[in-house]
């Protein structure tokens, strides 16, 4: 701020540098003053400083030409470029087990350690050798879990593993020097620091739109940057090397324009619906601003896609609630609505803004109110209300030079210092690993102490601020010590179980031995002892212990040979219930566990001829003379040992059977007569009729369920049909 009334800021882009002069008045803000100059060179690439020299000649020539009205300038605020920036997530887990409540401090220690995991990943993406290259501006928790269930909060929890999500963003350390540089050779201090996207989403996004899912668009000359709100706060930056240059290159070669007059063709065409345009031959042609874009479609629709994949792939791959448009190149027909349509979005959510639609600014009137000039002003006003400036803090009396976005921090500071955070805790107390019927068991010890930290010989906290030019000492953790652990601690179970097999009450005693002496379960344990455990810990184990092995035989599976072929039949074979539950003789059991074993069954032939759905008769209800009776076949033949079985036979568990199994066919009128007995009358002759249903039928006749069968006599004496 200039004779605290007046703020001073440039936006160094790719093809210009602006600088304007703000008065603040109250709580609003008036645009005094402005002034363009383009680079007569290449001077800057993809927002970073590629030739200090040329760019610090252009600011002080803003700087001298300013001077002239204003006076003398000093300090100024400047941006660094959005696309330098460099957005990573990253998570920490730590291993809660047997420490106690967690604390503000864990979680600070957590939340710092992923933010340098992140700091790592960011220098290893970008070549660099180590990760002190990037300062980190800014990072947010996404969220917290607990045994991987998520937590709102982690203070005073307690589980096995904490873990934290972050997403922070780093800017690098060459490009706030590059500009430090160039200022000083045009005789200027920098003032403050911002970022050129929360510049603009400053004055554009106030916080409390921030829970909005928006893309802010600041489209340049040669770039185009990018940046996300949702959930209350900025997720994502992203650049793409495409913008304004190429529709002025798309012109340039449609109309054998050079550059400048393609440039100017270009900004006219935003405003008028016919351009006037001379080309390198010396001709000038009108055209009409549809004919004009037609023809440069295809860069507009090259620009556009670039934007809206870029859009998508920072918003997790779905389209925003709204589009802001900023900068010079946002002024580029169709370029809107071709926006709109490849994100799905109604043209009403893409919209060009500029500084009219910032609150509590005025401006005087010959300026235009364009939307290139959104950044500039959001430079000075957010470097005046939120600036990002440098201080010096010593650690262990080495200067650590930070870059500050809010408030800084101790944990800020060690962040910058390159000291690693989980170094800083001492190391768990050595592990006993102990052998427990022959499965080793690791015993971890004691959880080792955070790190003391001194500022002004007192302790303090990682979420403490500090001031320029303090010091801080920082003193490593002390260490956990081996764990002190008896016998129960590591035998889950009583030492003697009562048990009750079939109604019957038992009781199962445990033996302890440790290196093959006997001893109590208060023992405690050393490294290396190797512990023996018996308390007849699965179910056949206590049932030889009491001698009940005959139980056991009646649990061996039914098992009979059918056909040469080995045949189980779960059905028929021993049960063993836990508590009313199916269980299996080498599972656990418990104290005071319910144990029912039920013997094998001994089926009969009919039983197994049930359970293997083997049909051994076919039957037919039919009528005869009026009467119902039924007709069988037999089907099957069940033998053992060359012996017919009958159905009420019993089969016993290793029984050899034989099944012979006859096709299933139909009854004919013949099959009757093993049914029935006739006797022929004794007068009348031999001669007889065989009828179905009332129609003439002969012996093969095939009959089916209810038919109505008779035989007709040419004499009937008495009832010559006698049933069997």
């Not at 909060?153 to 800017?171: M, N, P, W």
């Not at 990002?388 to 809010?406: C, D, G, H, S």
């Amino acid at each position: 701020m200039q004779n605290n009334e007046k703020l001073f800021a440039l936006d160094i882009g790719t093809r210009s540098v602006v600088g304007i002069i703000l008065e603040k008045k109250a709580e609003s803000y008036h645009v005094t003053d402005l002034l363009a100059i383009e680079h007569t060179e290449r001077a800057m690439l993809d927002g970073q400083i590629h030739d200090v020299l040329a760019v610090s000649k252009i600011i002080k020539e803003i700087k001298d030409q300013l001077e002239i009205k204003h006076g003398p300038l000093a300090k100024v605020s400047v941006a660094a470029a959005g696309r330098a920036l460099k957005t990573e997530r990253a998570s920490y887990e730590m291993n809660i087990e047997r420490k106690p409540l967690i604390t503000k401090e864990d979680i600070l220690h957590m939340e710092l350690t992923a933010v340098q995991q992140a700091q790592s990943s960011v220098a290893e993406k970008n070549e660099r050798d180590k990760s002190q290259f990037y300062y980190c501006v800014g990072y947010s928790v996404l969220h917290y879990s607990l045994d991987d269930q998520e937590m709102g909060s982690l203070i005073d929890q307690q589980g096995l593993i904490a873990k934290v999500e972050i997403i922070a963003t780093f800017l690098p350390r060459v490009v706030v020097e590059s500009l430090i540089a160039a200022l000083h050779r045009a005789n200027l201090e920098m003032q403050a620091l911002t970022l050129e996207p929360i510049a603009a989403i400053n004055v554009l996004i106030p916080p409390s739109m921030r829970r909005l899912n928006v893309a802010l668009v600041d489209i340049g000359a040669g770039t185009s940057d990018i940046a996300i709100t949702d959930s209350g706060t900025v997720i994502a930056y992203g650049m793409v090397p495409v913008a304004g240059d190429e529709i002025t290159e798309a012109l340039s070669d449609a109309y054998l324009l050079d550059f400048p007059l393609a440039e100017k063709a270009k900004r006219e065409l935003s405003q008028n619906d016919y351009i006037s345009i001379s080309d390198i031959l010396g001709f000038t042609t009108e055209l009409h601003k549809e004919e004009v874009i037609k023809e440069i479609e295809p860069a507009l629709d090259k620009l556009a896609d670039t934007i809206c994949r870029e859009i998508l792939s920072l918003n997790n791959h779905k389209s925003p609630k709204a589009v802001m448009l900023v900068g010079g190149g946002s002024q580029t027909p169709a370029l809107q609505l071709k926006i709109a349509e490849m994100l799905n979005l109604p043209s009403n959510r893409v919209a060009i803004r500029g500084i009219d639609a910032i609150n509590h600014l005025t401006f005087e009137k010959s300026f235009h109110l364009g939307p290139e000039l959104v950044t500039p002003i959001g430079i000075a006003i957010t470097a005046e209300k939120s600036p990002v400036q440098y201080k010096t803090v010593y650690i262990n009396e080495q200067p650590v030079r930070l870059f500050e976005v809010n408030k800084l921090t101790v944990g800020d500071c060690i962040l910058a210092s390159g000291i690693k955070m989980n170094q800083l805790y001492g190391k768990p107390g050595n592990a006993m690993i102990v052998t427990i019927n022959n499965q080793k068991i690791t015993i971890p010890g004691s959880h080792g102490e955070g790190p003391t930290i001194l500022r002004k010989g007192m302790p303090c906290s990682l979420e403490d601020t500090v001031e320029d030019g303090e010091s801080l000492t920082v003193y490593r953790g002390k260490d956990g010590e081996q764990a002190i652990v008896q016998i129960k601690d590591l035998i889950e179970t009583e030492p003697d179980k009562k048990i009750t097999i079939n109604n019957k009450s038992y009781i199962i005693h445990s033996k302890i031995t440790c290196n093959g002496v006997a001893v109590s379960i208060d023992h405690q344990i050393e490294d290396r002892d190797l512990i023996e455990y018996r308390a007849g810990s699965t179910i056949q184990e206590a049932l030889e212990s009491l001698h009940l092995t005959k139980l056991i035989d009646e649990l061996q599976p039914f098992q009979i040979l059918i056909n040469g072929k080995e045949t189980i039949l779960p059905s028929f074979s021993g049960k063993l219930m836990k508590n009313g539950l199916p269980c299996r003789l080498n599972q656990l059991f418990d104290h005071n566990d319910v144990i029912i074993l039920e013997k094998r069954k001994t089926p009969t032939v009919q039983e197994l001829a049930e359970r293997k759905q083997i049909l051994m008769y076919q039957v037919l209800p039919v009528y005869f003379n009026d009467k119902k009776i039924t007709l069988t076949k037999q089907l099957a033949q069940i033998q053992r040992k060359g012996q017919k079985l009958q159905m009420h036979d019993l089969l016993y568990s290793g029984d050899e059977i034989s099944i012979e199994q006859k096709p299933f066919e139909g009854f004919l009128f013949q099959d009757l007569f093993a049914s029935v007995n006739i006797n022929m009358p004794q007068s009348g002759g031999g001669a007889f009729q065989l009828l179905r249903n009332g129609n003439s039928a002969t012996f093969l006749t095939p009959i089916k369920k209810n038919d109505k069968l008779s035989i007709v006599w040419p004499v009937k004496t008495g009832n010559p049909f006698m049933n069997n």
